[in-house]
């Protein structure tokens, strides 16, 4: 829509704002919760004229977003907080070099890790790398905050971090929509050596001149019109970012809101010294509630200290440091520091009915992850009754970390993306009683799986890896990568195949499996751990299958049943092994009683895998199919 009101996602509002900004470049590596941004910019791309990308990893994501600013067109690279990491050494040279046009780095964080191995607050990062940081207080304000932080960025030429967080992101509401600009996507890159190639003699001069820029970034920040300085009062509550809507709603319930100042604060990052002493007079007393860490209230103290003010401020002692603000935490806060009673909310758990059970994430049916760990649980039980221990399985970023549940248990650790490879080659030279798994999908292959397992041929680490290949970046909504065939916008691509990589890198046993021929491979997986443990060589593994989401879509596109499965009364003896050992979703006992297979017709995807590993053949189609043209039509 070119104009009107649309009701839209955060991440939607937010690669609005970039294109009514002339955004001309985007790039990402998916990560909940920041992946819909380039998908929604991916859609549009080729009618708008922007060049987007899904880049194989978060540090090249900003490198070629990084370059196109400073070529002179406008970019975007967006990540998730974790992502930043993988992109810090390009991030920290950037304030160094500055920037000719635009250049908004989207960090989308996630307190109370709802998908993620941890909290980081990435505000630190700009304190670290002296790049400005703002973040919108209200999702209304997004796709605005949004259209800002181009200008800004292109009028300071310096980067500018867009931070936002899951509840930002994912929280839908109407957004009126302004006029589209034409992005200007061919710049012109003048050479200077001086600036751009940062040696110690040139880095030591522009690190003056950046500090410079910090300087001045602080005095126009004071001015940012996201900022505002409401009510008056004698004790000042600073809220930054979605905290100012909590405190908002707080004092609107606590009934105190006539009697308090609230400096709503969108520039966390450098605090704004202009403003602080605008927002601080009159004031005997000071309350910071923010997400995460105290980073407004550790430059508040520290600038303070500085102009000789001495007044209480209170902060993290009241709000807490860990998970996401609640309307409940700024109640409580706002209470204690204001000295008002309140009646607590009820949590949600307590108000929810008795019907609503616990469901904790497990693998679809009809996942090609499944039969792989199945034949894993069993080998490495078998191991162990040889060995007395177990192979040690090092897992990794994606859906298959979900093996670390029971009844497969083949994860025991995942720590970072491609950790699960450098991992194992750690292991193995100090673990000697047995072999080392490693497991890692595809996606996470190409993002940061090669320079480990190039590691382990260069110094020989004898261990396994299994490559999971599904053909897309699943777990965040099958967006395409190097092996996927097709680009961020649907153009068709060069496939660059796992096996390929593996063998150019010097691995000298590789293998390909389908995980639905479960027999097979077993065996194979069984010949490629003793060829690692004879050889003292690396092995690698691609396990191949279709994601089941996206082979069910392809079958009901093509206008092609899918076939399900039912399970035979009189041949099942009720081992449970099709929901127990093997766990499929679709498939329960009868009844507590009747421990009979059943198979839920909705949940069966018709994968085939149940009929292969009944003992007794009690598990048929419904119909009669030929079930190699099937799978061959599943992928």
Same mark, same amino acid.
């Given at each position: ?20 900004? $002339? ?20 859609? &549009? ?93 209200? &999702? ?109 709603? #707080? ?88 000295? &008002? !009673? ?6 949600? #758990? ?64 995942? &720590? ?52 999971? !290949? ?68 690396? #092995? ?33 003896? $009720? ?50 199919? !030929? ?9």
């Amino acid at each position: 829509m070119s104009s009107g009101i649309a009701v839209l996602l955060g991440n939607e509002a937010i690669a609005r704002g970039a294109i009514e900004a $002339g955004v001309a470049v985007a790039t990402a590596y998916p990560g909940t919760p920041s992946t819909e941004i380039v998908e929604s910019l991916a859609e &549009v791309a080729n009618e708008l004229g922007i060049y987007v990308e899904w880049s194989v990893n978060e540090k090249v994501a900003f490198e070629v977003a990084y370059a196109a600013a400073i070529a002179g067109a406008r970019s975007l690279v967006a990540m998730k907080h974790v992502g930043l990491n993988v992109a810090a050494d390009p991030l920290m040279s950037s304030a160094y070099t500055g920037v000719e046009e635009s250049f908004v780095i989207v960090s989308a964080d996630d307190p109370s890790m709802w998908s993620s191995q941890n909290e980081q607050d990435n505000r630190i990062y700009g304190l670290h790398a002296y790049i400005p940081v703002i973040e919108p207080t209200t &999702v209304f304000e997004v796709k605005e905050i949004t259209r800002w932080a181009f200008e800004f960025s292109s009028k300071m030429k310096h980067p500018i971090i867009l931070r936002t967080t899951t509840r930002i992101s994912h929280t839908r509401v109407p957004i009126e929509l302004g006029p589209i600009a034409k992005p200007v996507r061919r710049g012109k890159f003048e050479k200077n050596p001086d600036r751009y190639v940062l040696v110690p003699a040139n880095a030591r001069r522009l690190r003056l001149e950046m500090l410079e820029r910090w300087r001045r970034i602080e005095e126009e920040l004071a001015e940012c019109p996201f900022n505002a300085i409401e009510g008056e009062g004698k004790e000042l509550v600073i809220a930054s970012g979605i905290s100012y809507s909590y405190v908002d709603e #707080a004092l609107r319930i606590l009934g105190v809101k006539d009697r308090v100042k609230v400096l709503k604060l969108a520039s966390p990052v450098p605090l704004p010294r202009r403003l602080i002493e605008k927002a601080i007079n009159g004031v005997e007393r000071i309350l910071v509630v923010e997400e995460l860490e105290p980073v407004v209230e550790m430059q508040l103290r520290s600038m303070l200290s500085e102009m000789g003010i001495w007044i209480e401020v209170r902060g993290k002692d009241l709000v807490g440091i860990p998970y996401e603000m609640t309307l409940d935490r700024a109640l409580k806060a706002l209470s204690k520091f204001l000295g &008002v !009673d309140y009646v607590p909310l009820q949590p949600a #758990a307590e108000r929810e009915p008795d019907f609503v059970f616990p469901r904790p994430p497990q693998l679809c049916p009809g996942c090609p992850y499944r039969p792989l760990f199945y034949v894993l649980r069993k080998i490495a039980n078998e191991y162990k009754a040889k060995r007395g221990v177990e192979p040690i399985f090092t897992g990794d970023i994606g859906c298959y970390t979900l093996g670390l549940n029971p009844p497969f248990r083949v994860q025991d650790t995942c &720590v970072c993306m491609g950790a699960s490879i450098g991992f194992a080659n750690g292991f193995t030279h100090v673990v000697s009683d047995r072999i080392v798994i490693a497991i890692i999908g595809d996606s996470t292959f190409y993002h940061t799986g090669i320079p480990p397992l190039l590691n382990a041929v260069y110094n020989n680490a004898p261990f396994l890896t299994i490559v999971l !290949d599904n053909h897309v970046t699943a777990m965040t909504g099958h967006q395409p990568h190097p092996g996927s065939g097709y680009r961020a916008t649907g153009e068709p691509a060069k496939s660059i195949r796992v096996e390929d990589i593996a063998k150019a890198l010097g691995v000298e046993r590789i293998e390909v499996v389908d995980p639905f021929r479960v027999k097979d491979t077993e065996k194979i997986v069984k010949d490629l751990i003793e060829y690692v443990e004879r050889e003292k060589k690396p #092995a690698l593994l691609v396990s191949r299958r279709s994601c089941a989401l996206i082979a069910v879509r392809r079958a009901l596109r093509s206008g092609r049943k899918v076939v399900r499965f039912v399970v035979d009364e009189s041949l099942c003896r $009720g081992c449970g092994i099709c929901y127990t050992q093997f766990a499929c979703p679709a498939i329960r006992p009868r009844s507590t009683e009747d421990r009979r297979a059943i198979i839920d017709p909705e949940l069966c995807t018709g994968c085939t895998v149940c009929a292969s590993i009944c003992p007794f053949g009690a598990i048929k189609p419904s119909e009669p199919i !030929d079930i190699d043209e099937w799978l061959s039509f599943w992928g």
